[in-house]
């Protein structure tokens, strides 16, 4: 998380922190607006939620998470080293796997457009 908001502070952007936690302090410090939740993992269907597309990259469950609610939800997810879902009989779920950053964010932003 603290990379994707260093690279959107570096592009001019403002970022928004969905905080799992009950502190501000939980922000890294690329944060412009640190939203505290509370809620832990819970606020990953907030995050999915509110997305045009979603990037996972590697992670663990919480990610995985976050795969299964976008793809509950309709959102694309495009993915950079991270979970493949499949269940026997059924086909894999539509993430898009890309092999780079700058790929998984031109991606996103086509997919976010078309959505």
């Known amino acids: 998380m603290e990379a994707a908001c260093r690279g959107a502070k570096c592009a001019g952007g403002i970022t928004i922190g969905i905080l799992p936690g009950t502190s501000r302090r939980e922000a890294n410090p690329y944060v412009d607006i640190p939203i505290v939740t509370g ?23 919480g990610t995985l998470s976050e795969i299964a609610f976008a793809l509950a939800f309709g959102v694309p997810v495009v993915g950079l080293g991270t979970w493949q879902v ?3 009989g059924h086909p894999p779920a539509p993430i898009v796997t890309v092999a780079t950053p700058e790929e998984a964010v ?10």
Do not use: C, M
């Open 86 to 88: 499949k269940r026997d």
């Open 106 to 115: 031109d991606r996103a932003l086509v997919l976010a457009r078309t959505r």
């Open 39 to 61: 809620i832990g993992t819970a606020r990953n269907a907030i995050i999915t939620r509110t997305a045009q597309a979603a990037i996972a990259v590697g992670g663990s469950y």
